[in-house]
């Protein structure tokens, strides 16, 4: 073999040994990284998609909420209310007029139309009004224009009241004040300083103006302002006024805090009227009837307070407790003032323990009051237990009369005592 032809195989040979010796030395890299490179993305855009494909889901969902309960799928009604705040004004009334098309036998067909009418009511407010009008239900229509109004108040309240007082100057006063007061409880809501500076400047109208102020004292307590609404009432200078307006205080702060409302009471001493005391009362005994009566006995035997205000404890408290609240109203003394008090317990009594209930209604000061008690007594006890009563009218020492009223007496319901 000639040399020339050795060297070429070498050389050859040669270069078949460096490629194999490169690609076995970076083979195993090369693989895997593309695989990686394959799959790592796949890996990581995998919940990606699902992701946006979910939100695409909602999206389309919520969209079609309010289309598709109005084509008669109901599940969806919680999800066509949420939609309803981020409607369009050009999509409202679109859905207003399928939302007047629903029957009236459907339930939701009032509140659909009146959540419709106050997003309206956010851009255009008085054709809102003239929609709200056109609701057959003079009783849905009247709450579809407090909350239309309302909206308004809030967004626009100078214009709101400019349009009330035009518009509503030939009104019931009953009517025109109902929507006054949405106005102002919307007005109050963004600014109460000035819806109370507002009201406060209405001069031919008093009622109007304590009702007025109500609803923004009312507002501003329930979104925290209480103690700028104390000292707004604090400011005003009219007496009588003051105390209508610190009544409303003291019994929207008892709601939530009696005992904080009842120190405010205490420091206003001879300025805290009967009718402030029984505010405070009233509220109190809703959530914690024995602290309010042990309030209520905290004052002067001679305080008309506690005659006034112990109906509304006992009221309360007879619902989960006859006998202390029976031992509590046997420590008042005794007087006509506190007959609305020993009523309210007779009455309750009654449905538990007619014999005691008859007790208490024998107590009553006032004569007609006592007869009339007792006859409604006397009406439930023979209907529960003839037997009993019949016994209690054989032993008693009542007059052939008063024994003939009671065992004619006929069961007239006891939703009026007060009126008596």
Do not use: C
């Amino acid at each position: 073999m000639k040399s020339s032809t050795l060297i070429l195989y070498f050389a050859v040979w040669s270069i078949s040994l460096a490629a194999a010796y490169y690609l076995g030395s970076h083979g195993g890299n090369v693989g895997p990284n593309a695989e990686q490179a394959v799959k790592l993305p796949r890996e990581l855009k995998k919940p990606k998609l699902i992701q946006d494909l979910a939100i695409e889901t909602v999206a389309a969902y919520d969209k079609n909420a309010l289309t598709a309960y109005f084509s008669g799928d109901v599940s969806l009604l919680e999800d066509a209310f949420l939609e309803i705040p981020m409607l369009s004004g050009e999509a409202t009334r679109e859905l207003l007029v399928q939302a007047f098309k629903l029957p009236a036998s459907d339930p939701n067909r009032s509140r659909l139309i009146r959540d419709l009418l106050s997003r309206l009511a956010e851009t255009e407010p008085v054709a809102a009004l003239e929609l709200a009008s056109q609701i057959d239900s003079l009783r849905d229509s009247e709450r579809a224009r407090i909350a239309v109004l309302e909206v308004w108040g809030r967004k626009a309240p100078a214009a709101a009241i400019a349009w009330a007082n035009n518009a509503l100057a030939g009104e019931p006063s009953r009517t025109r004040n109902s929507q006054l007061m949405a106005i102002y409880r919307g007005y109050a809501a963004n600014n109460p300083a000035a819806a109370f500076q507002q009201a406060l400047a209405i001069n031919d109208n008093n009622r109007l103006k304590n009702h007025l102020l109500d609803q923004v004292i009312k507002v501003q307590i329930e979104s925290g302002g209480l103690q700028a609404a104390k000292l707004a009432v604090d400011l005003v200078t009219d007496p009588e006024m003051q105390r209508s307006l610190r009544r409303e205080l003291v019994d929207e702060w008892a709601e939530f805090d009696p005992k904080a409302a009842a120190a405010y009471v205490a420091k206003l001493g001879e300025d805290a009227d009967t009718s402030i005391k029984s505010a405070l009362v009233s509220e109190w005994a809703e959530s914690d009837p024995a602290a309010a009566a042990a309030w209520l006995s905290s004052l002067n035997l001679d305080d008309p307070a506690i005659a006034r205000a112990s109906s509304s404890v006992i009221r309360e408290w007879t619902r989960y407790d006859l006998a202390a609240s029976a031992d509590w109203l046997n420590s008042l003394p005794a007087s006509p003032e506190l007959d609305r008090a020993v009523i309210s317990y007779t009455f309750r009594a009654a449905e538990e323990d007619p014999e005691t209930a008859m007790s208490w209604a024998q107590s009553i000061e006032d004569d007609r009051r006592r007869t009339w008690t007792m006859e409604r007594v006397a009406s439930a006890w023979k209907n529960q237990d003839a037997e009993t009563f019949k016994n209690f009218l054989d032993n008693s020492e009542l007059s052939t009369e008063q024994r003939e009223k009671l065992e004619n007496s006929q069961s007239r319901g006891y939703g009026h005592w007060g009126r008596r």
